[in-house]
């Protein structure tokens, strides 16, 4: 059973005739299922639990990186498949990454279901899929419980889970490996300026006064950070087009 969670923009009457024609390819190929709408005071979270209760067994965002984000936390619970159906122009990384067209072209792919048990990360309680960055800084990096790194000098941290697009198009970050990619752009110790790349299980960051960090772009202040990957926690739908 497929259960289809819609996100409020989508809704919008520039969509409708789009939506319109996904909805009947959905249908011919024998897939469509209940639509969930998301709205301002609707839990995306919740709304999946329930619909897992009531035997979802594949769950599809209709929207952009952001409705994916909405319902991070319920991801790794659930037994269930998830894929994106991206819509619209803006913020939609994971849909490069997993490989999924846009929009009508996506409906074809979800059909195929080609899975991904793929991972996900964690700062302290809060699930996030593609990166961590801490911009100018010179917090110190607890490295697996044996290790400690600390910049001479300012510069840009970034813990890497899907990791991101380079220039190139191509994904920094392989969401399958079961690691985080470290990236430390700045002196090490005697190390002469540059870049810094670790693989690592979990990192920790703890410091007297608070600090901020970006968490997928969102700005979180705190003391103390544990950063850690679930390994192949989350089912995915992906596309033959996907970047890693």
Known sequence: MYYYIYDEFVQDKRFEKELFQIENRLT???ISGKIGRLALFKDAAELI??????????????????????????????????????????E??????????????????????II???????VN?????????????????????????????AGDIEIRNWGRMDKSQNCVGNPEDGLLDLIIEAKLGRKKAGSTDLKLKFIDIRVKEQISIHIDGE???GNNFK????PSKVRWIVGKERLF
């Not at 960055?133 to 917090?139: E, F, K, L």
């Not at 950063?227 to 679930?230: G, R």
């Open 227 to 230: 950063i850690k990957i679930a």
């Open 116 to 122: 991904k048990p793929m991972d996900i990360a964690k």
């Open 49 to 90: 639990r329930d619909e897992a209760r009531r035997g979802a067994k594949t769950v599809i965002f209709v929207g952009n990186d952001r409705t994916i984000n909405r319902a991070l936390k319920v991801l790794p619970e659930l037994k269930v498949t998830f894929g994106i159906l991206p819509m619209g122009e803006e």
């Open 125 to 153: 309680d809060r699930f996030f899929l593609s990166r961590v960055s801490i911009p100018n800084t010179r917090v110190p990096l607890l490295c697996e419980g044996s290790y400690r790194l600390a910049p001479t000098d």
């Open 28 to 30: 011919d190929l024998g």
């Open 92 to 113: 939609n990384i994971y849909a490069k990454i997993l490989g999924m067209p846009q929009g009508f072209a996506a409906c074809d792919v979800i059909s195929a279901r």
């Open 219 to 221: 700005r979180v202040n």
